[in-house]
């Protein structure tokens, strides 16, 4: 496994845009991003298998951009015209051996996890 830390969290005027940043101790095959608000299940947003093309969730897809580095240990997320309801914890993810493009959203398959980083939608 390796270490995860989510970085880019806060307090965000809702209509703005949200960049989140995921940084892996060591080399990974697929990383994500998932939130999770208290009281409810936790939501895919997006994921990709490095060097592949992402998987985004279709109630996001249209807000959602992510992108990582060649050296397969970072995952940048941006997300916008954000709102209230995109409050909740931010949390990245990631597994090292490779995974079907039509499971990258499911969080069950991945064996790494950041704390998470708040993000509260401010209107």
């Known amino acids: 496994q390796v270490q995860l830390r989510e970085s880019g969290g806060g307090s965000v005027q809702a209509g703005g845009s949200l960049h989140l940043s995921c940084v892996a101790s060591?080399?990974?095959?697929?990383m994500g991003w998932f939130r999770q608000v208290p009281g409810k299940e936790r939501e895919p947003l997006a994921a990709?298998?490095?060097?592949?093309?992402?998987n985004y969730a279709d109630p996001v897809k249209r807000r959602v951009f992510v992108s990582t580095n060649n050296a397969g240990n970072m995952l940048n997320l941006q997300m916008n015209r954000l709102e209230s309801m995109d409050t909740a914890m931010y949390y990245c993810?990631?597994?090292?051996?490779?995974?079907?493009?039509?499971?990258?959203?499911?969080?069950?398959?991945?064996?790494?996890w950041g704390q998470g980083t708040q993000v509260t939608v401010s209107s």
């Open positions: 993810a990631a597994r090292s051996a490779p995974i079907n493009w039509e499971d990258l959203l499911r969080g069950e398959l991945y064996t790494s």
């Open positions: 060591g080399l990974t095959s697929a």
């Open positions: 990709v298998q490095i060097g592949g093309r992402p």
